[in-house]
């Protein structure tokens, strides 16, 4: 039976944090995912790598880990972060006293904050709304949490980690206070199989409960949905939050083609909750014309929901605090099990500093952490590439760190490397072919997830089909199958936005689907 | 001014416009990225859309995707915002500086040529003519023949002293700050001016757009304020096969009705015999700046169209604009003409 030292559950950012830091330090590490990297709360977060500022007021110690950790991620992870900046501003029927609360709160925490006129913001951002009463600039940025998390994985793996997706953690097996024993499946080929860890590692995220109770204990969590809007196109450059205490509809981030408005905060009972209520769309696109009233005439692409994984207690949503907690279930009976619970991508390193370090001290072994200091890839500037045309060049650069020269190089190598899969998002058939020859894609949706294919204004409208053929060269997978499946998911997204242009493009998208391809009875009815 | 990322947001990838944009037709999704991606797609990406710089001079702002496009945007506007807002005085292509060192020495597009005037109209007439810098520097008959056949038709015209290039070039190669200089120094010389007619649909365009004029065509005014009943014709033994080519500007942005007027007038023409080629509308290549920033797609478009005239058997290709006699001139496998300098030749 194979064995490891550390086995970590959960391939969020917080589990791919984990692998990376202790591979880093030298240790023998395994990471199993149940889905894809990213699927739970990282995929589905608003992609804000927060200066602290709105967790200033409520929440200092999370406002002082955010700003700390926000400065050490532009550093190493510069690639998939946009550091745009952004504004802090209350519009004229907002409590007009919390401008002072909120930056004295910035000034506690370490958060830097410069409070400017409203024209300088009207300047800056042209499209916000005349309304605007008071403005703060402050640190924040866009960071892309699905290369975050790739980066993580892919740097973790060359120092030795084993990283796999799709393996769902099952069972542990429990003997004399310890796990000796994990039972994992495997989806690829439906096999199970095991691996002796000497330390396990929660980090399951939202799922933490139940992954401990295969040890037989129990984490108490808070369970809080949280739903966006992707509109199309950049209709602000920087990060804009309501100057207010905390609410819904309060943030827009600008994130490569799209701007992404949320969130809400809801508690609901399970962890699989993603249904986006109508409601809560009607209320994010009204929330967010209030800052900016361009959204009204905005084309609103999908919505998404994600569940936060907050620690329990009495509280409501937005009152429980965004720290995190590493537990160390030594005192409740299981030596070798530890939990990463709460916490917020921004500051996903440092819990997985805190983690790795309480393992290394479990494990007896010396190494201390570098992640701090040490770049995730060395992204280089877009080279010229005679055979590309510069925009999707540009557009690599901004997604693959790393990797991107053996990306460029495949695409370039033949004619068809080069043509464009999903103009939405510029992505070339070289992108596409780099990834689906990989060990971890399976499905259409860890394409999309690493490369941007189909997550444009037409949903996949045009490039599945592409997309399907490309997989089909690497996979023997049924294509009718991964069609399906894909379109199932965005469809989720796009019915919660069904109205003007997206309206019109599922009107085209049907036509295409059922009266050219006759997709809807290949299969079965079940396309939309 | 319009919202250009909102305004083209309706996009449903039908895919119309690259089917019919002739850059792409004749040069490839490879070399040109081609409407959607350059006034839909890029704009989107607002801090990348700088990277669209190295093929979005390749447009001939032919118009041709918006006439095709089902949700009717307004993509070569689109397009033409994204060249102003990636403008950048030390990254113009070649032959566009030549146009911007034109316009500081010479108040024109092109280097003038024309020294000699021999007909200058000085007078304060009812009519104001604006030449327009190619029918003027660069195909002198143009401006000759314009002002030959108002004259024959009786019209009382002038031409204001001084008048500088309209600025459509400049538009078209992204640079604002020039374009405003010359409107602002043009509206001071078109004091009093009354009715405008202009020989160029370029001209046309610009004036109603940046202007807010409301200028006519030379032949929108010749069937429209002169009619036809006061056209008369010289009798003509020998005919002649002739092919109209439907300027882009002319048809599509200033409208479809200008060439059914210039039908309607080669119908009066004693011994033309009307030759109709394939797809008369599609694009010469000379617009948008591309003669100027590249000249061999120019050249590549008005080879396609003079081989469609020649397959029809036409003797006499007409345009009736400066910009793509100059253009489909510089091949000479066909006598080509601007329009009003044929109907100058007829007219008795
Ligand atoms: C709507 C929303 C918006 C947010 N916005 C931001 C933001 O803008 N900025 C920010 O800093 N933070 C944000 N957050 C918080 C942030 O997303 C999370 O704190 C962070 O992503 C948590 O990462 P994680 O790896 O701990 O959890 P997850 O990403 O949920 O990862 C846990 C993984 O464990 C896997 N797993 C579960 N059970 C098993 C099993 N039995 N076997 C194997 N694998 C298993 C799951 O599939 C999942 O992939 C947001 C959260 C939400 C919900
Ligand atoms: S205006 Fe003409 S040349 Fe330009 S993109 Fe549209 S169809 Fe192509
Ligand atoms: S024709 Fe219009 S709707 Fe169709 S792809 Fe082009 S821009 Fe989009």
Redesign the interface.
Known sequence: MPKTEVLIVGGGVTGAGIARDLALRGTSVMLLEKEDFSTGATGRSHGMLHSGGRYAVKDPESAMDCAREGVILKRIASYCI?DTGGLFIGIEDDDPTYVDRFLRGCAETGVQAKEITTKEALSLEPRLSSRVSSSVEVLDASIDPFALTLGNVEDARDCGAEILNYRVVQRFLVQEGRIQEVIFENLRNGSRESVRPEVVVNASGAWVDNVASLAGLRIPMSIDKGTLVVF????V?RLINRLRMPSDGDIIV?S???SIVGTTSDRVDSVEDFVVDRSDVDLLISEGQSMVP?LR???AIRAYAGVRPLLGGRKEGRDISRTYRVIDHEEEGIDNLVSIVGGKLTTYRLMAEKTSDLIMCKLGSAGHCITASEPISNPMAAKTVRDL???P???MN?KYGDEQTDIIAGCTSSLRG?E?LC??E?VLRGEAEYFCSREDVMRLSDVMRRTRIGM???QA??CIFDMASVMMEHSNQEPLDLIGHYLRERWKGVEPVLF??QL??EV?KRYLYDGVYHLESLLGGEAR | MK?H??ET???????ACINECPVIATEG??RF?GP??LGV????????IG?????IMMCTTCWRCEEVCP?NLPVPEAILHVRRQIFSAPNMLHGHRRIAENIDKYRRSVEPRNTHDQVSPRGKGEVMYFPGCIGKERIPSIYESSVGVLGKVGTDLWIPEGWVCCGAPLEKIGDWDRLRMLREENMTRFEGRGEIVTSCPGCTSHLIAHYNLEPLHTLEFLYEDIGMSRLRFKPNERTIRVALHHPCHLVRTIGPHVIDYAYSILNEIPGVKLVEMEDPGACCGGGGGVVAGYPDIALNLATEKMRKAREVGAELLLAPCPFCVLNLGRLDSLEIMEFISFVNERLE
Do not use: M, W
Request: hydrophobic share 30%; with cysteine; glycine share 10%.
């Open positions: 946009e199309n196109g950049r209709l450059n600008p490569h083609s799209a361009d005439h905005a084309r045309l510069a925009f060049l540009i557009r901004r080069k464009i103009t939405c510029e444009g204004y037409c409208g045009l003007g242009s019109r493009q085209f | 919202d990322l909102i947001s309706g996009c449903i990838k039908c895919g999704v490879q990225s959607r991606n797609d890029a704009p989107r990406f607002l801090p990348d990277a669209t710089v190295d093929n949700a």
